[in-house]
C-alpha cells in the first residue's frame, strides 16, 4: 500500500485541511497518537518507538524542540507502517501532549519525511528490520576498528534476544536512526543477524523484505574479525547525543 493510500495518512491530510487541534487517536498493535495544533502536527506518539528522552539530562530548549520533532517523526513513521487499524483513529479535540516545547509539521512534510524513511528501511530490510534480533560476533580476531559513541553504547548493550527497536529504548533515541547503525555494524562484522523476533516488524507494509540495500545507506565495508575499540576520549555518548543519521526535519537527530 502506497503511504498516500493508507487510511490513518488520508485521515491525517483532512485534518490539516480543517485545522483541527486535538489529537487523533490509532488503535491496534502498537497504537498511538498524532497531536494537532491548528492543523500542523505538533507531537506523536507510538507504544513501539521510545519518547523524546525525558529521563536523559535536559536538553536547551532548541535542542529539546528538536528532540520531540524527531521522536515525532519515529512514532509517525511506526505508525503509518502498519496494517490498517480497526476499528477507525478516532479524534478528540482539545488534548495535547504533555511534553513541554513542540514544533509545529505541517502533515505534507511529515508524510515526505515519512515516505523518505519508509524507503531506506526497505532497503535496510535486506538485512534487518527494526525487530530482527542482533547478536554480537562472536569471532573476533585482532584487527582494530574504531567506532563511534553511539555504535560503542549500541554494542555495550546487545544481549539475548536484542533488536534495534529494543536497543533503541534503552538508548531513548530514535528507532530509524539506531536501525541505521546496527546495520553498519553488521556490514563492519561486529555484529551477526539472528532472525526475527515474535514481533511482526518483518510484516509490516514499512518493512517489506523484498529490495536489496542501496548505497546512499552509507556502506562500510564488511571485515574479518575485527577487535572493537572504544571512541576516543571527548567523543563518546554524552558528547554524541545524537548519532550521525540527521533526516531533513531535524538537523540534531536526538531521538
Same mark, same amino acid.
Given at each position: ?12 491530510? =483532512?485534518?490539516? #485541511? ?5 489529537? @487523533?487517536?490509532?488503535?491496534? +498493535?502498537?497504537?498511538? *497518537? ?14 513501539? %518507538?521510545? /519518547?523524546?528522552? &525525558? /529521563?536523559? =539530562? ?11 520533532? #524527531? ?26 501532549? /504533555?511534553? /513541554? ?17 519508509? #524507503?531506506?528501511? &526497505?532497503?535496510?530490510?535486506?538485512? @534487518? %528490520? ?12 585482532? *584487527? ?10 549500541? @554494542?555495550? &548493550? ?11 529504548? +534503552? ?17 563492519? !562484522? ?13 510484516? *509490516? ?26 571512541? @576516543? ?5 554524552? !558528547?554524541? *547525543?545524537?548519532?550521525?543519521? =540527521? ?5 540534531? !537527530?536526538?531521538?
Amino acid at each position: 500500500m502506497h503511504l498516500q493510500e493508507h487510511p490513518v495518512a488520508e485521515r491525517l491530510g =483532512k485534518l490539516a #485541511e480543517a485545522g483541527v487541534t486535538g489529537a @487523533l487517536h490509532v488503535p491496534g +498493535d502498537p497504537g498511538g *497518537r498524532f497531536y494537532f495544533r491548528d492543523g500542523d502536527v505538533i507531537y506523536a506518539e507510538s507504544a513501539g %518507538t521510545p /519518547g523524546p528522552g &525525558r /529521563g536523559l =539530562k535536559p536538553l536547551p530548549a532548541d535542542l529539546w524542540i528538536l528532540a520531540v520533532s #524527531e521522536s515525532t517523526i519515529d512514532a509517525a513513521q511506526d505508525l503509518l507502517s502498519e496494517i490498517p487499524p480497526q476499528p477507525a483513529p478516532r479524534f478528540r479535540s482539545a488534548e495535547s501532549p /504533555g511534553v /513541554g516545547e513542540v514544533a509545529r509539521i505541517p502533515v505534507a512534510e511529515l508524510l515526505a519525511e515519512v515516505a523518505r524513511r519508509q #524507503e531506506v528501511a &526497505r532497503q535496510l530490510s535486506a538485512t @534487518l %528490520t527494526p525487530d530482527t534480533v542482533v547478536a554480537l560476533n562472536p569471532d573476533l580476531a585482532s *584487527r582494530n576498528v574504531r567506532v563511534s559513541g553511539l555504535q560503542w553504547a549500541i @554494542l555495550i &548493550r546487545v544481549g539475548d534476544r536484542s533488536t534495534p527497536r529494543s536497543i533503541s529504548f +534503552d538508548l531513548q533515541r530514535s528507532v530509524f536512526a539506531t536501525a541505521i547503525e546496527v546495520f553498519r555494524l553488521v556490514s563492519l !562484522n561486529l555484529l551477526t543477524v539472528a532472525g526475527e523476533s515474535g514481533g511482526s516488524g518483518s510484516e *509490516r507494509p514499512g518493512f517489506p523484505s523484498s529490495r536489496p540495500v542501496v548505497s546512499f545507506v552509507q556502506a562500510v565495508p564488511r571485515r574479518a574479525g575485527p577487535r572493537i575499540s572504544p571512541p @576516543l576520549s571527548g567523543s563518546g555518548l554524552a !558528547n554524541d *547525543r545524537c548519532g550521525e543519521t =540527521k533526516p531533513p526535519l531535524s538537523s540534531a !537527530n536526538c531521538g
